[in-house]
């Protein structure tokens, strides 16, 4: 069997765009000075986000602030944040096999509204910033539930591929379809990297294939 942990922002949805409009706005509107811009963000993720924000000199109140500020703009626009295509049906057959987490900076039920929107099913929990503001932590966490299991994290920043180093992954897959460019997650040592939803997907089935293959040898 295998672990499977995604992170949400970038690699399941194209968020970039609508932060980059809209969140950099609700910073500004509480107060936050240093994320103006998409750009600003996107450096932001080279580590875990709030501890980047820490050393940035950024109040993790404002953070909050903003998040809730960001989280009622887009449902009062009711802006709708797009879906890679491909990437619901890969999650949804993917945790028909194995037991499959979403790690995430987001809220817990803007991922969860997501899911169900898409009908993305078998994701066993979200691990949103509620409960959690460290990624390795809760990699740990969930890691410790399947003592042995050989985990792999999906992520879209050299932030979360280093804190799934940190959290003890075994193999961690950057994606380049997200917040940062191939050139950037190289700097985090990524054991794969996808430019293409068909390599992840070929991947993972792969994945599923040799483990269904095991189980019939024994």
């Known amino acids: 069997m295998a672990l499977i942990l995604w992170d949400y922002d970038g690699v399941l949805v194209n968020s970039m765009e609508i932060e980059g409009k809209y969140y950099t706005a609700a910073c500004q509107e509480a107060g936050i000075e240093q994320i103006r811009t998409y750009e600003d963000l996107a450096r932001l993720c080279e580590g875990n986000y709030y501890e980047e924000c820490v050393k940035a000199g950024i109040d993790l109140k404002k953070v909050e602030a903003a998040t809730g500020i960001f989280e009622k703009t887009i449902k009062d626009r009711n802006c709708q944040i797009p879906v890679f295509p491909g990437i619901p049906e890969i999650m949804t057959a ?27 099913e078998g994701i066993r929990e979200i691990l949103g910033f509620e409960a959690e503001k460290s990624k390795a932590k809760k990699i740990s966490y969930v890691k410790a539930l399947f003592p042995g299991e050989k985990t792999y994290f999906i992520g879209d920043t050299s932030g979360d591929i280093l804190e799934a180093h940190a959290g003890g992954v075994d193999v961690t897959i ?10 950037v997650l190289t700097y985090s040592h990524p054991d794969y990297l996808f430019h293409e939803v068909s390599e992840l997907r070929d991947f993972l089935y792969a994945l599923s294939d040799s483990t269904n293959d095991a189980h019939i040898a024994n």
């Open 94 to 120: 993917t945790a028909q096999q194995f037991p499959s987490y979403i790690v995430t900076s987001n809220s817990s039920i803007a991922v969860a509204a997501m899911l169900k929107h898409h009908q993305i």
């Open 174 to 183: 950057g994606v380049t379809w997200g917040w940062h460019s191939a050139e």
